[in-house]
């Protein structure tokens, strides 16, 4: 895929890592490459390792679940993929861009294009009502009217929330807090869809309804899914399964 | 978008806005309404000054003012109606007054006192020196022999309005010479120190006193309260021997003095009223911010800049802080034409002797400086609360309850 200018922020001059590297992005097949990834937390004076040395692929398309119990990592890992959380030691690479070699500025801008992000706790903005939160997203994308209005039917209408566009976080159930969460992700059109816990918050069947949601996504939109989740039902349905558990692999299958 | 969002944030926490907003509307409409006194008792102090005492500004010789001369008359202006004419045909004069000053001795029976004789045209005088407030009797006006006493100075001589008042005064050959006058009235002009010792009588009367038939002074009446530096621009052209002073200057002590007293205080209570209301946004707005951590980490996880976040706070101060300023703008001058209608009664200030009311003038630079004061609070108290907020690494503003 080739990246064009238009879609930077209106006005806003391109950076160097823009102007060079962004406009001559090419999808790879290899979509993450994470090489020996470790990560501590300190508490107080006391260092806790989250990751130690974690070394794996995610292809592009791929549908995967992290797993393992609390405290094993998953949610660090998904936060270092999604750039949330800033890489101490180690290396991964998007599409082949290594992320030690990005300023601020490039990592903004791959979170506006080409990640896409589903919380457990859904975190919508209160004020706005479905569209309005998906629209903000999409909108800072640089898109014209027509494409933005665009996407967030086609976004609502794949999550089936089309109807409710006009109603704001309060009026809706979790499940549908979260379709919206997902339509904001997959409005951006990202590379990568990363849902920390997605289905924690809600009953096991509006969890089974997002899960294969989410995997409708993955084979309809090609679009790649990683998903952290110790929910038995997630693990069942994702293709792949990568088990940590003290900050290790424990198993990927 | 961001302004969408911005004006639907107003409502996410409505007290909470509500309590930022009075903070902001009641700072703009106090600092609104002081700015506005401040012009009021500028500007009557003003109007006081100049139909009282000194005119707009006078004409005198060149240099005449700064120095002390021995046998001053000898530096005034020749008095005949020639140079009178050629003031008046300046386009910017709406009217002169020729004046004399003297020092005399004035007796009334058994009493003598010295004071300060102003010889004037006591009828041009009487339509424009308006605030020469007349407590007793009546304006100089046509009367060939009348005197007019300031307050103190009668009290002094135990005149009142018919009694014959002798004035003894050195003439310009350094002989002593005196004349009777009848008191026609008492005037004050809430000047203490001028009242005690002032007293009118009619120019051409004064020029007999002091037997001379030069002026020291012309008094100038403009047409155009603001054309003062019109004036003097065509008057040095045209008298290079002459020179003008605007009354700012004549009466530096009170009048300059006290519209830099006040301009002083103002700017010190600006910018107590502008403290108070930045830590008063300050406080709401960094609750407010704290509460929105987790939606900080949203926008921030999915691509927004630090600024980008920092921008949309801002946008949500400006409509709050642009509402409520205009608000505060619009209860002021509400405010003004019913509580404060008929002005505020002040004390005798310093120098003064009566109470006088004061106008608050509210004009629109003030109001446009109030509305941009507000929104330079608003934007100054949530930057400095969201920095640290928007700063804040993803994952610990995610992890926010």
Redo the contacts between chains.
């Keep these: 895929m080739l990246l064009d200018l238009s879609r930077s922020k209106p006005g806003s001059k391109p950076s160097k890592f823009e102007a060079e590297t962004l406009l001559e992005w090419k999808d790879s097949p290899i979509l993450f490459d994470c090489r020996e990834i470790s990560f501590d937390y300190f508490l107080g004076n006391t260092k806790m390792a989250a990751l130690e040395k974690v070394s794996f692929q995610i292809r592009s398309g791929d549908f995967v679940a992290i797993s393992g119990p609390s405290g094993s990592g998953k949610s660090t890992l998904l936060n270092l993929l999604g750039m949330i959380e800033p890489l101490q030691s180690g290396e991964i690479a998007l599409d082949g861009h290594s992320y030690s070699s990005l300023r601020e500025r490039d990592r903004n801008w791959i979170r506006r294009f080409k990640l896409g992000f589903i919380f457990q706790s859904f975190n919508l903005i209160d004020v706005l009502n479905a569209e309005e939160n998906i629209e903000y997203f999409v909108n800072s994308q640089g898109l014209g009217m027509a494409e933005r209005k665009s996407r967030v039917e086609d976004a609502l209408k794949a999550v089936q929330l089309w109807e409710h566009r006009f109603k704001k976080p309060h009026q809706m159930s979790g499940g549908q807090r979260q379709r919206v969460a997902i339509a904001r992700a997959l409005a951006k059109k990202p590379r990568v869809i990363l849902a920390d816990e997605p289905t924690a918050s809600l009953d096991q069947t509006t969890g089974r309804e997002i899960i294969e949601l989410l995997k409708k996504l993955n084979t309809q939109e090609n679009v790649t899914i990683v998903v952290s989740s110790h929910d038995p039902m997630v693990l069942e349905q994702a293709p792949r399964r990568l088990r940590l558990k003290d900050g290790k692999i424990q198993s990927d299958s | 978008?961001i302004l969408?969002?911005a004006w639907?944030?107003l409502?996410?926490n409505s007290r909470r806005s509500l309590a930022v907003g009075l903070t902001v509307g009641v700072g703009a409409a106090a600092l609104f309404l002081f700015d506005g006194f401040n012009i009021g008792i500028t500007n009557q102090y003003r109007e006081n000054t100049i139909h009282s005492r000194y005119g707009y500004g006078q004409l005198n010789t060149k240099g005449y003012r700064d120095q002390v001369f021995e046998e001053p008359w000898k530096e005034w202006m020749d008095g005949g109606d020639e140079l009178l004419d050629q003031v008046r045909a300046i386009p910017e004069v709406s009217a002169v007054f020729p004046r004399a000053e003297f020092f005399a001795l004035l007796t009334n029976g058994s009493i003598t006192l010295s004071g300060r004789g102003q010889g004037v045209d006591g009828e041009a005088e009487s339509k424009f020196f308006t605030t020469l407030n007349i407590e007793e009797g009546k304006s100089l006006s046509d009367q060939a022999d009348g005197i007019l006493l300031g307050k103190g100075l009668a009290r002094s001589l135990n005149a009142k309005p018919g009694d014959r008042i002798t004035v003894l005064a050195n003439t310009t050959r350094g002989s002593l010479n005196a004349l009777d006058f009848t008191v026609v009235g008492i005037f004050h002009t809430g000047s203490k120190d001028f009242d005690d010792v002032v007293f009118r009588i009619p120019i051409r009367q004064a020029q007999v006193l002091l037997d001379t038939q030069k002026i020291e002074i012309i008094s100038i009446g403009l047409k155009d309260p603001n054309s003062w530096i019109d004036f003097a621009t065509a008057a040095t052209e045209k008298f290079p021997n002459l020179e003008s002073t605007p009354f700012a200057v004549l009466d530096k002590v009170y009048y300059q003095h006290a519209v830099d007293w006040l301009d002083s205080q103002f700017r010190v209570i600006l910018i107590i009223i502008l403290l108070v209301v930045i830590l008063g946004i300050l406080n709401s707005v960094s609750t407010g911010i704290l509460e929105r951590k987790?939606?900080i980490?949203?926008l921030?996880?999915?691509?927004?800049?630090s600024a980008?976040v920092m921008k949309l706070l801002l946008s949500e101060s400006l409509v709050l802080g642009g509402l409520s300023s205009s608000l505060g703008v619009i209860v002021a001058l509400i405010a003004n034409e019913t509580l404060l209608a008929n002005g505020i009664l002040m004390p005798p200030s310093p120098g003064l002797t009566r109470q006088f009311h004061v106008w608050i003038e509210l004009q629109p630079f003030m109001g446009v400086k109030t509305l941009v004061l507000g929104l330079v609070c608003t934007v100054v108290g949530t930057f400095f609360a969201a920095w640290k907020v928007v700063k804040m690494?993803?994952?610990e503003a995610?992890r926010s309850i």
């Design positions: 978008m969408k969002t639907r944030g409502a996410r987790r939606e980490g949203t921030r996880a999915n691509g927004e800049s980008d690494p993803i994952s995610l």
